[in-house]
């Protein structure tokens, strides 16, 4: 946990030698609280006192890379227990399991199914991260099916094996691309963690319980594999939870390092919804990773999104550049229609205005992220601060019709704007849906 400016002074020799560059040992402690200094300017430090320091300052979840390249996933690192304290940094990976009996055909519609789970929501592209291949048979089909599923797709590869053998045979082939080995357990912790160590890579600890996982993340890091991830195995959704919290709640509030690191789950539930609904759960509340076995768009669609919500600064709405877009072929005779720059509020409108296959202009003015009434409450969505979007994004000279679409639950502006932009003001639609028939009627 990070200490105070305070917390760190009484660990400081208070000699106030001025060695550092500043007056006083306090001047020094306050700044290192505030990250403005390094801990070497001060030569004089005990080495208790030096690793006390430096076990502060580290992240009290570490920050997990798995794979390379543009699709590497970085988890942990997250520093709150509810997101309204600051928000939630990394989102959670979300997997897939491919086990090395199926067949080959089988393998790659599957990867070919996977590669197609994209979609588009408020300007976000959202995909699924990772391919977890289970090993059940011999090595030879184990590294034939790694390496069909590295070939055929670029997600970052999860090797679910827990024979050190096989996994020597395999990581040679896929090391570049930085696997998590899944996993280590009481039995073969020391082979795993030679391996990960040769190989650069992280580890999943497993164990059913807490006391033995804390065992097996010391053994890890005292052999120098440090990148790990946690699993606890399959368990009900209510005995999963209250180890959820209780990990998060030692690594946050009482320092223990041996918590310290993200959780990967695995679904087992076997009806579809009840498997949706459970990994929504560990989204909220607080997995690494989640490993799937549906891979049903309107699974993953649901997951996605959520995912997406959950990971955004509670505190700051998401919002879009403010300016004129041009949708479709937009010519000068075509509507220009007003909204605000919140994202959900501008998607909304887009969509719709696409689904009326009508070129238009969508002018989205400056409301610091806020939808269309609250910005017209809160004084963000008024006629000075709409003629002032129509000028600085030269809206009024893409068009040669002189009229302005507004939001129809902000009417009661029209007057006041009419006479403040020179426009006609013409009100729109009070909900988005009706934006298609009424262009159309327009
Ligand atoms: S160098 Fe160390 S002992 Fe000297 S003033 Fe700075 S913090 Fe204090």
């Known amino acids: 946990m990070a200490l105070s400016g305070l917390d760190i002074y009484k660990l400081l020799p208070k000699t106030n030698c001025r060695e550092c560059g500043f007056v006083t040992c306090l001047a020094f402690a306050m700044q290192l609280a505030k990250k403005g200094v390094s801990l070497d300017k001060c030569p004089h430090l005990s080495d208790e006192a030096k690793s006390k320091l430096q076990a502060s300052s580290l992240p009290p979840i570490k920050l997990i890379t798995i794979g390379e390249g543009e699709k590497r996933l970085e988890i942990g690192n997250e520093t709150v227990l509810f997101r309204h304290e600051e928000k939630f940094h990394h989102p959670c990976g979300l997997g897939f399991i491919i086990e090395d009996s199926e067949a080959d055909e089988q393998i790659k519609k599957k990867l070919e199914k996977i590669s197609q789970l994209k979609f588009e929501r408020i300007g976000q592209q959202l995909e699924v ?69 040769e190989f650069k890579a992280p580890v999943v600890v497993c164990s059913k319980g807490l006391d033995d996982i804390a065992d097996l993340t010391k053994a890890l890091s005292s052999q120098g594999a440090e990148d790990l991830v946690l699993d606890t195995g399959v368990k009900s959704v209510k005995e999963k939870i209250w180890e959820l919290t209780q990990i998060r709640r030692l690594a946050l509030k009482k320092s223990n390092r041996s918590f310290g690191y993200p959780i990967l789950i695995s679904i087992d539930a076997k009806d579809p919804y009840e498997e949706i609904m459970e990994a929504a759960t560990y989204i909220a509340k607080y997995a690494g990773i989640i490993l799937l076995k549906s891979i049903e768009n309107w699974q993953v669609l649901s997951l996605l999104t959520l995912r997406q919500n959950i990971y955004t600064d509670p505190q700051k709405p998401l919002q879009i550049e403010p300016k004129l877009y041009q949708i479709g072929q937009a010519s000068d005779k075509s509507p220009l229609l007003i909204t605000t720059n919140f994202s959900l509020s501008y998607y909304t409108v ?75 003001i013409i009100v729109g639609p009070k909900e988005a849906a009706g934006i298609p028939s009424f262009l159309k009627n327009l």
């Open 129 to 197: 991260d990772l391919i977890a291949v289970k090993q059940t048979k011999d090595s030879k089909r184990f590294q034939e099916v790694v390496k069909l599923v590295s070939q055929n797709s670029g997600f970052s590869l999860i090797l679910m094996c827990n024979d050190p053998g096989i996994l020597k045979e395999v990581l040679p082939a896929v090391a570049a691309k930085k696997p998590l080995i899944h996993g280590a357990n009481a039995e073969n912790v020391n082979d795993i963690g030679k391996l990960a160590k």
């Open 350 to 424: 887009l969509g719709e205005v696409e689904a009326s296959k009508i070129p238009a202009h969508i002018l989205s003015v400056d409301t610091e992220g806020m939808s269309v009434l609250t910005a017209w409450a809160a004084e963000k969505f008024t006629p000075e601060k709409i003629v002032d979007s129509l000028n600085k994004a030269h809206a009024k000279e893409a068009v040669s019709h002189n009229k302005l679409i507004i939001p129809g639950y902000v009417a009661v502006m029209s007057g006041d704007l009419e006479e403040k932009s020179g426009c006609q």
